[in-house]
Nanobody, 121 residues
Framework: QVQLVESGGGLVQPGGSLRLSCAIS????????MGWYRQVPGKERELVAR???????TYADSGKGRFTISRDNAKNTVYLQMNSLKPEDTAVYYC???????????????WGQGTQVTVSS
């Protein structure tokens, strides 16, 4: 059993900041890639940022220069620092992790249940 629990979402004014956290727990052998995606009603889920096990980061153009993804391997946690938030950042943000499970031959992708981020004045 692997669980991803997001926190840190909420309502913020344009120009404000939020820090999302995602704690991963379970029978974890390893955590490879981790990331954040977001989704708005009527549209498909889209990449926000990803970070590999080696620390290589990837950002969607929408968040470049404003968002920073990081991970704390000791805590099995991935973060998304979001600055200079815009109304178009409003979405449900989902945590993602590719996790190697004890006793499993290959890694499996897991998703959190999502946390709402609303940017509005």
């Amino acid at each position: 059993q692997v669980q991803l629990v997001e926190s840190g979402g909420g309502l913020v004014q344009p120009g404000g900041s939020l820090r999302l956290s995602c704690a991963i727990s379970g029978s974890i052998f390893s955590i490879n890639d981790m990331g954040w995606y977001r989704q708005v009603p009527g549209k498909e889920r889209e990449l926000v940022a990803r970070i590999t096990g080696g620390g290589i980061t990837t950002y969607a153009d929408s968040g470049k220069g404003r968002f920073t993804i990081s991970r704390d391997n000791a805590k099995n946690t991935v973060y998304l620092q979001m600055n200079s938030l815009k109304p178009e950042d409003t979405a449900v943000y989902y945590c993602y992790a590719r996790v190697g499970i004890w006793g499993s031959y290959q890694p499996t992708d897991y998703w959190g249940q999502g946390t709402q981020v609303t940017v509005s004045s």
